[in-house]
């Protein structure tokens, strides 16, 4: 069963303090892993898609990475702004279209 | 302007009730999308459509039906609306060659 898992579930951090957010899956063939922002009562925001091991993207703070099971998101020097639920989302290669996602990883950044 | 909106963006109702909610984008993308979010859940899927004549049931079907109506619009439907059925309701969008998902704003749904 395609499954996706996101740890911690909660982060808190100083501002300009570095750190990382994981998201582990384990999927039927991965055809892309889907990194995304939410703010409290809107939408998902795309960030990042990752499509196979090794590869990295890189936005303002973030920087994503991907393993043959498990991604990354490096927040470098976050700022109160960051604060946001991160998801993860792994489609497989068997059901092009189809996203699963990870709970979250709610971010809160102090000043 | 957004582009993928939906409406409404919030209702109450209650146990019974036929309700409606829809779905429309100018992304000019093919796919479209429909998920349920609640606390400690995550999103679920619920049905999904490739194309005007192409309707798919996702993981959490029961209680909803689905039409698409034109290649910018796709509404859900709970023809007879229950307390567990209380969540945000988000539309999403994408095209065929990257699959990237676009969300729109949502709808928060309360079932007395």
């Known amino acids: 069963e395609d499954q996706v898992t996101q740890s911690p579930e909660a982060l808190r951090l100083q501002e300009g303090e570095s750190s990382s957010l994981n998201c582990s899956y384990t999927?039927?063939?991965?055809?892309?892993l889907f990194w995304y922002r939410q703010d409290p009562g809107k939408g998902p925001e795309f960030l990042f898609t990752?499509?196979?091991a090794g590869e990295e993207k890189e936005k303002e703070r973030l920087k994503a990475t991907l393993t043959k099971k498990e991604s990354f998101l490096h927040i470098t020097a976050p700022k109160p702004e960051d604060s946001a639920t991160y998801l993860c989302?792994?489609?497989?290669?068997?059901?092009?279209?189809?996203?699963?996602f990870g709970q979250g990883t709610t971010l809160q950044v102090k000043p | 302007d957004a582009d993928v909106t939906q409406t409404p963006r919030n209702r109450i109702t209650k146990t019974g009730k036929r309700i409606m909610l829809e779905c429309s984008q100018t992304k000019g993308h093919d796919r479209m999308y429909w998920y349920r979010q609640d606390p400690g859940l995550g999103l679920r899927l619920i049905y999904y459509?490739?194309?005007?004549?192409?309707?798919n049931k996702g993981e959490i079907s029961d209680g909803y039906s689905v039409s698409r109506q034109a290649q910018a619009k796709f509404s859900l439907s709970l023809e007879s609306a229950i307390p567990n059925q209380t969540a945000l309701y988000f539309c999403a969008t994408s095209g065929a060659v990257t699959d990237t998902q676009y969300f729109g704003p949502g709808t928060r749904l309360t079932v007395l």
């Open positions: 999927v039927s063939g991965l055809r892309g």
């Open positions: 990752l499509y196979s």
């Open positions: 459509s490739f194309d005007v004549k192409d309707i």
């Open positions: 989302a792994v489609q497989a290669s068997s059901n092009t279209g189809k996203l699963i």
